[in-house]
Nanobody, 129 residues
Framework: VQLQASGGGLVQTGGSLRLSCTAP????????????VGWFRQAPGKEREFVGV????????WFADSVKGRFTISRDNIRNLVDLEMSNLKPEDTALYYC???????????????????WGQGTLVTVSS
């Protein structure tokens, strides 16, 4: 585990949560700013899927259609921190959420989990109906 994800929990439908991803100094030093940071999720019995990403090169953020308009990503390179703000949560958002860091910066690369070199341990989000 090279990243630390936190902030998961139980929330009702329509609620909000903020997940945080921190990159340890011992792993990234001052190079965190040249990594794109993405979020993926995996529901029970399903494949891990792309949720959203912040591209280090352009600063652009891209999201899966299923979360577009409800999730946002913010980034603080000084603190080696990336947050995933989730609002209007739905039961289908229930999953284990992972953050990951990639040296790539294009959308086509960043939606693929194989393009990520570093991963966090996952944090569980449960949305009750």
């Amino acid at each position: 585990v090279q990243l630390q994800a936190s902030g998961g929990g139980l929330v009702q439908t329509g609620g909000s949560l903020r997940l945080s991803c921190t990159a340890p100094e011992r792993t990234f030093g001052r190079t965190f700013g040249i990594y794109s940071v993405g979020w993926f999720r995996q529901a029970p019995g399903k494949e891990r899927e792309f949720v959203g990403v912040n591209s280090y090169r352009s600063g652009s953020t891209w999201f899966a259609d299923s979360v577009k308009g409800r999730f946002t990503i913010s980034r603080d390179n000084i603190r080696n921190l990336v947050d995933l703000e989730m609002s209007n949560l739905k039961p289908e958002d229930t999953a284990l959420y992972y953050c990951a860091a990639s040296p790539h910066y294009s959308y086509s690369d960043l939606t693929s989990r194989i393009k990520y070199d570093y991963w966090g341990q996952g944090t569980l989000v449960t949305v009750s109906s």
